[in-house]
């Protein structure tokens, strides 16, 4: 691009995903850009997170006085995953995740194919500078690193949440290692699953009846997928702290190549999620 950094009058849109990260980046937008862009903080809505994610974007709002908007796929109005992958008959794979696809790329770029935008902002931290440049490698030119240019830590948006007043998700307070919804079938860790099962069983019981009926080994052990009502309650992967599945908006690529529910080792992004 000619533009290293944005100009008066620009558009910039901030894809806010209720995690604690992508709020800092959103309130460092609005703080750096927001006398000379227009800033437009978009979220697409999971029905699967949990439900104090609208508290804290309704919170985020209020914090920054700033409206965040709504973007959502037309084709699944209830903006469910069960929903998506009940249509897909699919759940997780080589291929990706289609729930990722339909709720939030697909959700995009229809909002895109209406809207300007100038410049885009994900939440990625000073921990996730290597996805950081891979994404403006592969993706989008147009990514400004907000968190990444000022070094800004994940344990710092925490921090900067706090000194702010604003509660953070409950989500992380229950142990879970990121915002997205509860059940992410992109983690295939033993320990990720037993902890959903803990926390939340019904959410357990629901992922494993669907992914029994769809045909989707959701779990990763000792290299063998297996489907997660064969997972014992015992099993253990990763420590939690060492996970990284975040749902994001501009992933998921290959999604309409061949697929089969039953995924080889190697996920869309390595083993990130193992």
Same mark, same amino acid.
């Given at each position: 691009?000619?533009?290293?950094?944005?100009?008066?009058?620009?558009?910039?849109?901030?894809?806010?995903?209720?995690?604690? !990260?992508?709020?800092? !980046?959103?309130?460092?937008?609005?703080?750096?850009?927001?006398?000379?862009?227009?800033?437009?903080?978009?979220?697409?809505?999971? !029905?699967?997170?949990?439900?104090?994610?609208?508290?804290?974007?309704?919170?985020?709002?209020?914090?920054?006085?700033?409206? %965040?908007?709504?973007?959502?796929?037309?084709?699944?109005?209830?903006?469910?995953?069960?929903?998506?992958?009940? $249509?897909?008959?699919?759940?997780?794979?080589?291929?990706?995740?289609?729930?990722?696809?339909?709720?939030?790329?697909?959700?995009?770029?229809?909002?895109?194919?209406?809207?300007?935008?100038?410049?885009?902002?994900?939440?990625?931290?000073?921990?996730?500078?290597?996805?950081?440049?891979?994404? $403006?490698?592969?993706?989008?030119?147009?990514?400004?690193?907000?968190?990444?240019?000022?070094?800004?830590?994940?344990?710092?948006?925490?921090?900067?949440?706090?000194?702010?007043?604003?509660?953070?998700?409950?989500?992380?307070?229950?142990?879970?290692?990121?915002?997205?919804? %509860?059940?992410?079938?992109?983690?295939?860790?033993?320990?990720?699953?037993?902890?959903?099962?803990?926390?939340?069983?019904?959410?357990?019981?629901?992922?494993?009846?669907?992914?029994?009926?769809?045909?989707?080994?959701?779990?990763?052990?000792?290299?063998?997928?297996?489907?997660?009502?064969?997972?014992?309650?015992? !099993?253990?992967?990763?420590?939690? $702290?060492?996970?990284?599945?975040?749902?994001?908006?501009?992933?998921?690529?290959?999604?309409?190549?061949?697929?089969?529910?039953?995924?080889?080792?190697?996920?869309?992004?390595?083993?990130?999620?193992?």
């Amino acid at each position: 691009m000619n533009n290293i950094t944005p100009k008066l009058g620009d558009t910039i849109a901030v894809w806010f995903s209720c995690g604690a !990260a992508s709020a800092i !980046a959103a309130a460092e937008t609005v703080r750096l850009y927001g006398d000379i862009c227009t800033v437009r903080i978009l979220n697409n809505p999971v !029905a699967e997170e949990d439900a104090d994610n609208q508290r804290f974007l309704k919170d985020v709002e209020k914090w920054l006085g700033v409206k %965040i908007e709504s973007v959502i796929n037309e084709s699944f109005p209830d903006a469910s995953a069960v929903s998506v992958w009940d $249509k897909k008959s699919y759940m997780a794979g080589n291929a990706g995740a289609p729930c990722t696809v339909e709720l939030k790329k697909r959700a995009r770029q229809k909002w895109e194919s209406k809207n300007h935008v100038d410049w885009h902002v994900l939440g990625f931290t000073s921990e996730e500078k290597h996805r950081h440049v891979n994404f $403006k490698k592969t993706e989008r030119e147009n990514l400004l690193g907000v968190l990444v240019d000022q070094e800004i830590t994940k344990g710092e948006c925490f921090n900067r949440l706090f000194e702010a007043g604003v509660k953070i998700p409950a989500i992380y307070e229950r142990g879970y290692p990121n915002a997205n919804c %509860i059940g992410c079938v992109k983690a295939s860790s033993p320990t990720y699953w037993n902890h959903v099962r803990k926390q939340d069983p019904n959410v357990f019981a629901t992922r494993a009846e669907q992914s029994r009926r769809i045909g989707a080994r959701l779990v990763r052990v000792k290299g063998e997928r297996i489907f997660l009502d064969e997972l014992d309650s015992e !099993a253990k992967g990763k420590p939690m $702290k060492d996970m990284d599945f975040e749902c994001g908006i501009f992933c998921e690529e290959n999604y309409d190549r061949p697929r089969s529910n039953t995924p080889a080792p190697i996920l869309p992004q390595g083993e990130l999620y193992g």
